[in-house]
């Protein structure tokens, strides 16, 4: 698919089934079916399959030889810095709102939604930069 489609459109694509993939947790509840939960997973999983292929070939199509390998690590390393600071970021804030006096399951669950929907939020602000990547 990444190879007959512009990177943008699947870039857009995919960022955009991830947020929608993250508001659908954030009004996750407890009575959500746990179908509807594994549902909403595999459409954020989706959309990061059509991220990860369409950011790779958007960066890498114009590299030859040894900066390709190069560049190719690179992306990777960064990729996954970026993931564990990400994580990070999101464990420290669904703690911190979650740590009050009367710290309880429904505290908990508010941290998390408040993450969840942080990250969408944060995703679909990345969709207007996906926009304006420069077509082939």
Same mark, same amino acid.
């Given at each position: 698919?990444?190879? =007959? ?22 009004? $996750? ?14 459409? @954020?999983? *989706? ?16 590299? =030859? ?11 990777? $390393? ?7 600071? @990400? ?7 669904? &703690? +911190? ?8 399951? *429904?505290?908990?669950? &508010?941290? $998390? ?7 969408? *939020? ?5 969709? *207007?930069?996906? +926009?304006?990547?420069? &077509?082939?």
């Amino acid at each position: 698919l990444a190879d =007959h489609s512009q990177p943008r459109l699947l870039t857009t694509a995919g960022l955009l089934l991830f947020a929608l993939s993250y508001l659908g947790m954030w009004l $996750y509840s407890t009575d959500m079916s746990y179908m509807a939960l594994l549902m909403l997973t595999i459409l @954020g999983r *989706v959309g990061v399959g059509l991220l990860i292929a369409s950011l790779n070939q958007a960066a890498l199509r114009r590299l =030859h030889g040894k900066l390709l390998g190069q560049s190719a690590m690179l992306i990777s $390393y960064l990729r996954m810095l970026g993931g564990i600071l @990400g994580v990070a970021l999101l464990a420290v804030m669904v &703690e +911190w709102r979650s740590s009050t006096p009367s710290a309880s399951a *429904v505290a908990a669950a &508010e941290a $998390y939604n408040e993450a969840f929907l942080f990250s969408a *939020v944060i995703l679909l602000l990345a969709m *207007v930069a996906a +926009w304006r990547m420069k &077509e082939d």
